[in-house]
């Protein structure tokens, strides 16, 4: 029986794999046919390895492919002729499985020159590609691993110059180069001294720009779990299903994978409505190297830390700009995209774990926190969240806790105070996200998943009677589009003759529950 997977290469036949075969026949027809160089850089987990796999498989019929890793090769770029061995030696096993004359394997395989092991290695790949009745295409994955090594900059160098000079009609070389890692090559940074200033130095200008997008589709999340239901039928809908996981994942290949995973254990809640907020849940809680990397990376990158926290709990809108290092880090790195010239959080998944991370660095110092976490379980009834008794403690605490805190303080941090103070009331049980269309300075629509129930609740700051009226309106809206009919408005109010506290009204047969702090 085949399984989901999360680790390593996905293999048809093995694995359940959403159908990237429109994305590996672009590749193949834009990029490799063309004779192009490139780097397929993209964050970490998205499946480049899959990706070099499936064009391998697809390539090595007509060509021949030379398929390596960079990923343990640190004694390559001790010199330069350990560079020119080693990589002899790594794509000479690739030469022989497929099939090419003895005489050009060992042609390939002599002891190479000490004193000139680059030119003797540029020299062996012409001999090679003349050589060969096939085109031959190297494939490097890991490339950026030793990407700021002067040694891997000369290996650059070399397959640059006699790119150019193929052009020229002057030399014999690859027909493509596809290198896969992280950080596009093209564009380092690059650090190569201890005490040096970092540089911007690399001579894979050459290298076309790659600019397909392989993240899934919903049509291609659907294929993995048509698949699926034809081996196993436990009744999926389809269509639903695989929106749902597009909604929350935004078509990240790991995300998609590991909550296909979670539904598909014998103990999981199935595949519904309640075995997907489960395998959310499941997924937010349970250490995994792709959130793992995501802390360190915030730790090592402070300026995009401070981006991202004003975006989630400020509401400070940014325009995309590519040049911009803290956008172009986080986008790298695949927090960050670009959502209507507007930088945005990458997905909901991400949104939802960069929230944890960040709120749970003020855990131990916030008052809020501790005081919903000492009567926490005094809200959730018959296995059912109070969410009108969480806004009624919420108003009471607020006003003791803060009731000398300037406005400044308040409107910059409102939104974090009230997450701080659901955070271990829903804890473990539910999930909460920020719906994206009213991310913003002056108003936000939170959207809680308990066990299967959901809260609409809207935080705002009062800016006058008109201004709640438009927000109860489309708060409204939100409730008939969630077939709910009951809501929740929490609005920080810096009047002095301000009336704080819950008040009900009725609207369309539907109830809103304000509180104003």
Same mark, same amino acid.
């Given at each position: 029986?085949?399984?989901?997977?999360?680790?390593?290469?996905?293999?048809p036949?093995?694995?359940?794999?959403a159908d990237?075969?429109?994305v590996?026949d672009?590749?193949i027809?834009?990029?490799?046919?063309p004779?192009?160089?490139?780097?397929?850089?993209?964050?970490?987990?998205?499946?480049?390895?899959?990706?070099l796999?499936l064009l391998e498989?697809r390539?090595?019929?007509?060509n021949?492919v030379?398929?390596?890793?960079?990923?343990?090769?640190?004694?390559?770029?001790?010199?330069?002729?350990?560079?020119?061995?080693g990589?002899i030696r790594k794509?000479a096993?690739t030469?022989?499985?497929?099939?090419l004359p003895?005489q050009?394997?060992?042609?390939?395989?002599?002891?190479v020159?000490?004193?000139?092991?680059?030119d003797?290695?540029?020299?062996?790949?012409?001999?090679?590609?003349?050589d060969?009745p096939?085109?031959?295409?190297?494939?490097?994955?890991?490339?950026?691993?030793?990407?700021?090594?002067?040694?891997?900059?000369?290996?650059?160098?070399l397959?640059r110059?006699?790119y150019?000079d193929q052009?020229?009609?002057?030399d014999?070389?690859f027909?493509?180069?596809?290198?896969?890692?992280v950080?596009?090559?093209?564009?380092?940074?690059?650090?190569?001294h201890?005490?040096?200033?970092?540089k911007?130095?690399?001579?894979?200008?050459?290298?076309?720009d790659?600019?397909?997008?392989?993240?899934f589709?919903?049509?291609?999340?659907a294929s993995m779990?048509?698949?699926?239901?034809?081996?196993r039928?436990m009744?999926?809908?389809i269509?639903?299903?695989?929106?749902?996981?597009y909604d929350?994942?935004?078509?990240?290949p790991?995300?998609?994978?590991?909550l296909?995973?979670?539904?598909?254990q014998?103990?999981?809640h199935?595949?519904n409505?309640?075995?997907?907020q489960n395998?959310?849940?499941?997924?937010l809680?349970?250490?995994?190297?792709l959130?793992?990397?995501?802390?360190?990376?915030? %730790?090592e990158?402070p300026e =995009? $830390?401070?981006?991202i926290?004003s @975006?989630?709990f400020q +509401?400070k809108?940014?325009?995309? /700009?590519?040049?911009?290092?803290r956008?172009h880090?986080?986008?790298m790195?695949?927090?960050?995209?670009?959502?209507?010239?507007?930088?945005s959080?990458?997905?909901?998944?991400?949104?939802?774990?960069?929230y944890?991370?960040?709120?749970?660095?003020?855990?131990?110092?916030?008052?809020?926190?501790?005081a919903?976490?000492?009567?926490?379980?005094?809200?959730?009834?018959d296995?059912?969240?109070?969410?009108?008794?969480?806004m009624?403690?919420?108003c009471?605490?607020?006003?003791e806790i803060?009731?000398?805190?300037d406005?400044r303080?308040?409107?910059?941090?409102?939104?974090?105070i009230?997450?701080m103070?659901?955070k271990?009331?829903?804890?473990?049980?539910g999930?909460?996200?920020i719906? %994206?269309?009213?991310?913003? =300075? $002056?108003?936000?629509?939170?959207? @809680?998943?308990?066990k +299967?129930?959901q809260?609409?609740? /809207?935080?705002?700051?009062?800016?006058?009677?008109?201004?709640?009226?438009r927000?109860?309106?489309q708060?409204?809206e939100?409730?008939?589009?969630?077939?709910?009919?009951?809501?929740?408005?929490?609005?920080?109010?810096?009047?002095?003759?301000?009336q704080?506290?819950?008040?009900?009204?009725?609207f369309?047969g539907?109830?809103?529950i304000?509180?104003?702090?």
């Amino acid at each position: 029986m085949k399984y989901f997977n999360t680790t390593g290469i996905c293999i048809p036949g093995i694995h359940y794999m959403a159908d990237t075969s429109a994305v590996i026949d672009q590749i193949i027809r834009q990029y490799v046919s063309p004779g192009k160089y490139f780097t397929i850089d993209r964050p970490r987990q998205c499946g480049k390895t899959t990706t070099l796999y499936l064009l391998e498989e697809r390539l090595k019929n007509r060509n021949i492919v030379l398929s390596i890793s960079f990923e343990s090769a640190d004694e390559l770029f001790v010199s330069l002729y350990h560079l020119a061995a080693g990589f002899i030696r790594k794509t000479a096993r690739t030469l022989t499985l497929q099939g090419l004359p003895e005489q050009i394997c060992t042609n390939w395989q002599q002891p190479v020159s000490q004193d000139f092991p680059l030119d003797d290695l540029g020299q062996r790949i012409t001999r090679l590609c003349t050589d060969c009745p096939q085109n031959i295409i190297l494939m490097i994955d890991e490339a950026d691993k030793s990407s700021d090594n002067q040694i891997f900059l000369s290996f650059l160098g070399l397959l640059r110059e006699k790119y150019l000079d193929q052009m020229k009609g002057k030399d014999k070389t690859f027909q493509s180069v596809i290198l896969a890692g992280v950080y596009d090559v093209k564009n380092l940074k690059l650090k190569l001294h201890p005490g040096t200033e970092p540089k911007y130095n690399s001579p894979w200008n050459i290298a076309v720009d790659f600019h397909l997008d392989m993240f899934f589709s919903p049509d291609a999340i659907a294929s993995m779990l048509r698949d699926y239901e034809h081996d196993r039928h436990m009744g999926i809908d389809i269509p639903w299903m695989s929106q749902s996981l597009y909604d929350y994942t935004s078509g990240y290949p790991f995300l998609i994978s590991r909550l296909c995973q979670i539904m598909a254990q014998p103990d999981s809640h199935g595949w519904n409505k309640d075995g997907f907020q489960n395998a959310v849940r499941e997924l937010l809680k349970t250490p995994n190297t792709l959130f793992d990397d995501m802390s360190k990376k915030l %730790s090592e990158y402070p300026e =995009l $830390k401070e981006m991202i926290c004003s @975006i989630l709990f400020q +509401g400070k809108k940014y325009a995309y /700009e590519a040049e911009n290092h803290r956008i172009h880090i986080g986008k790298m790195f695949g927090f960050l995209k670009d959502e209507q010239g507007i930088v945005s959080i990458s997905n909901r998944i991400f949104e939802m774990k960069l929230y944890n991370l960040l709120l749970s660095e003020n855990e131990t110092d916030s008052r809020m926190f501790t005081a919903a976490d000492m009567v926490k379980n005094q809200f959730i009834i018959d296995g059912t969240l109070h969410m009108e008794l969480v806004m009624q403690k919420f108003c009471e605490y607020f006003e003791e806790i803060y009731a000398d805190a300037d406005d400044r303080f308040i409107e910059d941090n409102g939104r974090r105070i009230f997450l701080m103070f659901l955070k271990p009331i829903i804890n473990g049980s539910g999930n909460y996200y920020i719906e %994206s269309r009213t991310r913003n =300075l $002056k108003r936000t629509d939170i959207i @809680i998943d308990y066990k +299967g129930t959901q809260s609409i609740i /809207e935080l705002k700051i009062w800016h006058g009677e008109e201004y709640n009226r438009r927000g109860e309106k489309q708060l409204l809206e939100y409730l008939k589009y969630y077939h709910l009919k009951k809501g929740y408005m929490l609005s920080f109010n810096f009047n002095k003759n301000k009336q704080t506290g819950i008040r009900q009204m009725r609207f369309d047969g539907r109830l809103l529950i304000e509180a104003v702090v």
